[in-house]
């Protein structure tokens, strides 16, 4: 793959080595170009502010959840005889880019009812209406990632659902490239790796309950990954580069007040900590499989999609970078794709019978074919994996 993607991008290029890398680009970049201060504070205090006012709105929205939820009880145990083809995924972020497209997708073959796991219950609703998805192959659920209580909470309202759970799909994820200071989670943890892995490790370890439950012939546990958080490749070598070090910082508990909010235990950079929380992914599919696939039968991956560039990911990343970004992907590096053939791709994983690889990362060649694609020696280093695993354990209330 490194070498695939070094061939598409123009030799014009040029990388400064490791270890320098940070000084060069390190300023969150516009393609190298450092972002003036002032729209990095309006970023960071807007960051803030958003989500405070999104707590306080939690409340209300989990009471609609439940309303929700609660036609799909009936439908579920009445559905349950006629339907035993159809399977349940749920999809985390489905209320927009790749996951919505990944839900829409899944849809339209009618053989899966999605529960979309999102945020914000109405745009969830809008998205699925305007995505034309048919309103008897969707539930929306409540959930947000940065708050383990509302994991929890959201493990329970699926159960009271009455449906088994037979493909899991972690998706959502936040990406903050801008912000000068660190934002996050209701427990304290930094935003884009408390919401991205931790919260994905809590839903995923308690949901992996209800997998075993399921009898349902091909059961895979997805986690979404990225080629950025893979310093074997061009990408993943733009800096800021993915490093978790010596964990010292998720050891610590990512508060940012005594101890660091990166994982490497370094100085704060919001573009590093998405990457770093890529990685986590990545190792967090590998461990899974590892400990638990052997046992229960479930196939474990992660892949890398392709360059969305259109996709909301970008939305705090400043105006001239959103304008650029998707014409430089599709014409200069040719790694685009657009949200309707991410969709497929993730589908794929999810249900096509020659994706069952448990382990796998799966990555697609520019004729959209599908091969396993090679991890970093970061995001396949079996003892990080483990230490990743263990202390998010601790850090999430399950050790
Ligand atoms: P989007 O921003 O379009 O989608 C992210 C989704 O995550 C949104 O639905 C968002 O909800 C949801 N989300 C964010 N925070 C939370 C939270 N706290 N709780 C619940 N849901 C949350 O981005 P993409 O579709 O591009 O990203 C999807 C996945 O694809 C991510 O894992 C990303 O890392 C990965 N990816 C993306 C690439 C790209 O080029 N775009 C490339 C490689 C991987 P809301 O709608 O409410 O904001
Ligand atoms: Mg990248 C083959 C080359 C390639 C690919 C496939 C991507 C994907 N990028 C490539 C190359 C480059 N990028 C080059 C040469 C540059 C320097 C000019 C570059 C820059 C760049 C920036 C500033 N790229 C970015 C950013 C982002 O802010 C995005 C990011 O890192 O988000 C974490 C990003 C991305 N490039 C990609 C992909 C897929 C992203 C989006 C993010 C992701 O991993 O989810």
């Known amino acids: 793959m490194a070498l695939q993607a070094a061939s598409l991008v123009s030799s014009a290029f040029v990388f400064p080595k490791e270890g320098k890398s940070n000084a060069y680009f390190k300023d969150s970049s516009l393609f190298g170009v450092s972002l003036s201060e002032h729209v990095k504070a309006d970023f960071s205090s807007c960051a803030l502010k958003c989500k405070r006012e999104f707590n306080q709105g939690v409340g209300a929205v989990r009471a609609q959840t439940m309303v929700a939820a609660t036609p799909a009880l009936d439908r579920a145990s009445s559905e349950s005889k006629k339907t035993l083809g159809q399977g349940t995924c749920i999809v985390t972020g489905a209320s927009s880019g790749l996951g919505l497209a ?25 998205a699925a209406k305007s995505a034309g998805i048919a309103k008897e192959n969707y539930t929306i659920m409540h959930l947000d990632l940065a708050s383990l209580d509302s994991v929890r909470q959201f493990v329970d309202t699926f159960r009271r659902s ?7 799909v972690c998706n959502a994820a936040v990406y903050l490239p801008t912000a000068k200071e660190p ?3 209701a427990e304290g943890f930094e935003l884009s790796v408390g919401t991205n892995h931790l919260g994905h490790f809590l839903l995923s370890r308690l949901l992996l309950e209800d997998m075993k439950k399921s009898d349902y012939p091909s059961k895979r546990l997805i986690i979404v990954g990225s080629i950025t958080g893979n310093t074997n490749t061009l990408a993943g070598n733009v800096p800021p580069k993915a490093n978790l070090g010596d964990l010292r910082g998720l050891s610590g508990g990512l508060n940012g007040l005594n101890r660091s909010a990166m994982i490497d235990g370094g100085v704060f950079d919001g573009a590093k900590a998405y990457k770093d929380s ?14 638990l696939h052997e046992e229960t039968g479930i196939a474990f991956a992660s892949l890398y999609p392709g360059c969305i560039a259109t996709t909301g990911l970008f939305r705090e990343h400043i105006p001239l970078f959103r304008l650029l970004f998707p014409p430089f992907q599709k014409y200069i590096t040719k790694g685009f794709v657009s949200e309707h053939e991410a969709g497929k791709r993730l589908a794929q994983v999810v249900s096509d019978p020659s994706l069952t690889k448990s382990g796998a990362y799966w990555s697609w060649n520019k004729h959209s074919a599908s091969f396993q694609n090679q991890l970093s020696q970061e995001a396949s ?19």
Do not use: Y
């Open 381 to 399: 280093d079996a003892e990080k994996a483990r230490k990743v695993w263990e202390i998010s354990e601790k850090l999430v209330g399950l050790a």
């Open 102 to 126: 990944t839900a829409k997708a899944l849809a339209e073959t009618g053989k899966w009812h999605i529960i979309m796991a999102c945020r914000n219950f109405l745009k969830a609703e809008r």
């Open 162 to 168: 009455g449906r088994p759970l037979d493909v899991l």
């Open 183 to 185: 934002a996050f989670t």
């Open 278 to 291: 890529k990685v986590c992914n990545m190792l967090t599919m590998q461990e899974f499989h590892r400990r």
